[in-house]
């Protein structure tokens, strides 16, 4: 079978890990510890192929996806020594995916962007015309076409809701599948869904769990106590972490749809049970 063309929008620790672990699966085939399927209708983990990336800091912009994943504030371990995708990483629209409150904190600690592109496509800064706005889908449409991507995967910050709607209207304009990894709602609104379904393109989201994450972590003591016959009244969840991702998240406008996603996951266990709080 041919391989499967994947796009990445955020260079950042979850691209980071995702490209390490294809990479490992790829060439440790018979390890699969660690991942919850290795094989989906016959493709594998050497099946993937990264082509390209899009990334607004200027330490990943313009390097190989390989360099640029290694870049500050990356901070994600390394699965592999060395990750050899070559597949280019350029530049893209801000929009709103960049929370003011970084702008405080040392350049390591957070992203590094370019005054011309923040002067010119932050919502901060600038009102994003919707003539900016065509003149830079075109850009990344162009450049998406180039590398015949297929697959379109969003790891942008949590709260970059126009930013993600952007790239889903890429993804609709072009026919490329959409998988939405933050918790932005386009998958589960029934008006972006609708608008994949009539267009035939499949779309996955939103929100993904990391591989051993806060949520997936709370979903099994939930089940736990479940099972051990106790009623769960309330559940509570501090995550403390120490990456971008975590940064860009005290910014509390930005964590409305973070919070909806959490709680979906555990109600879903009590609607299972019929219990309502």
């Known amino acids: 079978?041919?391989?499967?063309?994947?796009?990445?929008?955020?260079?950042?620790?979850?691209?980071?890990?995702?490209?390490?672990?294809?990479?490992?699966?790829?060439?440790?085939p018979a390890n699969i510890d660690g991942m919850?399927?290795?094989?989906?209708?016959?493709?594998?983990?050497?099946?993937?192929?990264?082509?390209c990336a899009f990334d607004i800091d200027t330490r990943k912009v313009n390097t190989p996806l390989g360099e640029a994943l290694k870049q500050r504030p990356n901070s994600a371990w390394n699965i592999v020594e060395k990750i050899k995708s070559k597949?280019?990483?350029?530049?893209?629209?801000?929009?709103d995916g960049y929370a003011l409150l970084m702008d405080g904190y040392p350049e390591n600690n957070r992203f590094l962007v370019s005054e011309g592109l923040?002067?010119?496509?932050?919502?901060?800064?600038?009102?994003?015309?919707?003539?900016?706005?065509?003149?830079?889908?075109?850009?990344?449409i162009s450049k998406l076409k180039e590398h015949e991507a297929?697959?379109?995967?969003?790891?942008?910050?949590?709260?970059s809701q126009k930013a993600t709607e952007f790239w889903a209207e890429i993804c609709l304009e072009t026919g490329i599948s959409l998988v939405n990894c933050i918790p932005v709602f386009i998958a589960s609104d029934p008006t972006w869904e609708n608008k994949f379904i009539n267009a035939g393109i499949p779309i996955i989201g939103d929100d993904m769990r990391s591989q051993f994450g806060a949520s997936i972590l709370s979903q099994m003591l939930q089940e736990l106590a479940f099972e051990r016959g106790h009623v769960v009244k309330a559940h509570i969840q501090r995550n403390v972490g120490g990456n971008t991702d975590f940064l860009n998240m005290e910014d509390k406008s930005r964590l409305k749809s973070k919070k909806i996603s959490k709680e979906n996951v555990i109600r879903a266990q009590n609607e299972i049970r019929g219990i309502s709080f």
């Open 150 to 159: 297929e697959v379109l995967i969003n790891y942008l910050p949590v709260g």
């Open 87 to 95: 597949a280019p990483v350029y530049e893209a629209p801000v929009i």
């Open 1 to 28: 079978m041919s391989k499967i063309k994947v796009a990445i929008v955020g260079a950042g620790n979850c691209a980071k890990s995702l490209v390490e672990g294809v990479q490992f699966y790829t060439e440790n």
């Open 36 to 51: 919850m399927r290795s094989d989906i209708g016959g493709y594998q983990a050497k099946d993937i192929e990264f082509v």
């Open 118 to 140: 923040r002067n010119s496509t932050d919502m901060n800064r600038v009102e994003f015309t919707e003539k900016k706005k065509a003149e830079w889908k075109a850009k990344m």
